[in-house]
C-alpha cells in the first residue's frame, strides 16, 4: 500500500509563489509517474501537470510557464512549484501515483488559496 502526503498549501497573493511537495511510502516511487490535480470548489478534478519516470513532464495549458513540476527519487518526493499564482488557481490540489498495471494512488489533498 502506498502512502502519499501533501504539503505546502496556504494563502498566497496574486503573483505569488507556492511548492507543493508529496511524500510518497514504499519502493515503487522512482518506478512511478507522478502527477498533480486540483479540483476547485463545483467542478471536476483536473490535471495541472505530470512527470513520468523517466522525468518526462507535462501541462495543463493554465500551468505551462507558470508551474514547474520536479521529483527526487532519492526523496520519494514529488513537488510542485508555482509561481505568477491568480485567484483562479485556488483548489485543493491532490497527489497522483500511477505504476504498473493499474495501480493509482492519491493524497488527502492541500488547499491553495490565491487571494488578496
Known amino acids: 500500500q502506498v502512502q502519499l502526503v501533501e504539503s505546502g498549501g496556504g494563502l498566497a497573493q496574486p503573483g505569488g509563489s507556492l511548492r507543493l511537495s508529496c511524500a510518497a511510502s514504499g519502493s515503487a516511487f522512482r518506478f512511478s509517474d507522478m502527477g498533480w490535480y486540483r479540483q476547485a470548489p463545483g467542478k471536476q478534478r483536473e490535471l495541472v501537470a505530470t512527470i513520468s519516470s523517466a522525468g518526462t513532464t507535462n501541462y495543463a495549458d493554465s500551468a505551462k510557464g507558470r508551474f514547474t513540476i520536479s521529483r527526487d527519487n532519492a526523496k520519494n518526493t514529488v513537488y510542485l512549484q508555482m509561481n505568477s499564482l491568480k485567484p483562479e488557481d485556488t483548489a485543493v490540489y491532490y497527489c497522483?501515483?500511477?505504476?504498473?498495471?493499474?495501480?493509482?494512488?492519491w493524497g488527502q489533498g492541500t488547499q491553495v488559496t490565491v487571494s488578496s
Open positions: 497522483n501515483l500511477k505504476y504498473g498495471l493499474g495501480y493509482t494512488y
